[in-house]
Antibody, heavy 121, light 107 residues
């Protein structure tokens, strides 16, 4: 069964850092682009970042550029999101999502269950 | 960057009704358009990709159409289990922007 499982969320103070992880199973991890998508409480979906299957190509939403870093470890079948200089407006459920095909930029056919990040003093 | 605008932001319809949600891109995106359904408290689910291709396992009452800048999601026979928020997303190239969402309720 194809599965994604996020971890690493929690409560962090403004200006702090957090690293999210997304463990993938049931598919050939290096063949697919992966993204992070977030959803603030009561709000819509916001795409955050994407990484190619090889890890050689990444892109970020303007709202997180320069503060967040996406990466992946093919030996561990795990996707990461390093979040620095966190702000209150980063408070959201963070989902990892798998690209449908082998293009980096693609629709998302599999989503994790999400992990909550709360930025507050 | 290309903006994605959905309308309406919410709607209320009766069981059995035909419901249409529209999504407009500020520039042409060919058919690189996906639709997702998110039920309350649940994870988003892919319904349609390539503007009109139904994802495996999705009921046939869901359909999508459009190309370029204007797209529609149609639910042909609204069911109680279709109560959800629906989002469009462009994926021709990053940023992979979502529309603002449409909340569908039963009248």
């Amino acid at each position: 069964e194809v599965q994604l499982m996020e971890s690493g969320g929690g409560l962090v103070q403004p200006g702090g850092s957090l690293r999210l992880s997304c463990a993938a199973s049931g598919f050939t991890f290096i063949s697919y682009g992966m993204s992070w998508v977030r959803q603030a409480p009561g709000k819509g979906l916001e795409w955050v970042s994407v990484i190619s299957g090889s890890g050689g190509s990444t892109l970020y939403a303007d709202s997180v550029k320069g503060r967040f870093t996406i990466s992946r470890d093919k030996s561990k079948n795990t996707l990461y999101l390093q979040m620095n200089s966190l702000r209150a407006e980063d408070t959201a459920v963070y989902y990892c999502a798998k690209s449908t095909g082998t293009r980096r930029d693609d629709a998302f056919d599999i989503w994790g269950q999400g992990t909550m990040v709360t930025v507050s003093s | 960057d290309i903006q994605m605008t959905q309308s309406p932001s919410s709607l209320s319809a009766s069981v059995g009704d035909r419901v249409t949600i529209t999504c407009r891109a500020s520039q042409g995106i060919s058919n690189y358009l996906a639709w997702y359904q998110q039920k309350p408290g649940k994870v988003p689910k892919l319904l349609i990709y390539g503007a009109s291709t139904l994802q495996s396992g999705v009921p046939s009452r869901f359909s999508g159409s459009g190309s370029g800048t204007d797209f529609t999601l149609t639910i042909s026979n609204l069911q109680p289990e279709d109560v959800a928020s629906y989002y469009c997303q462009k994926y021709n190239s990053a940023p992979l922007t979502f529309g603002g969402g449409t909340k569908v309720e039963i009248k």
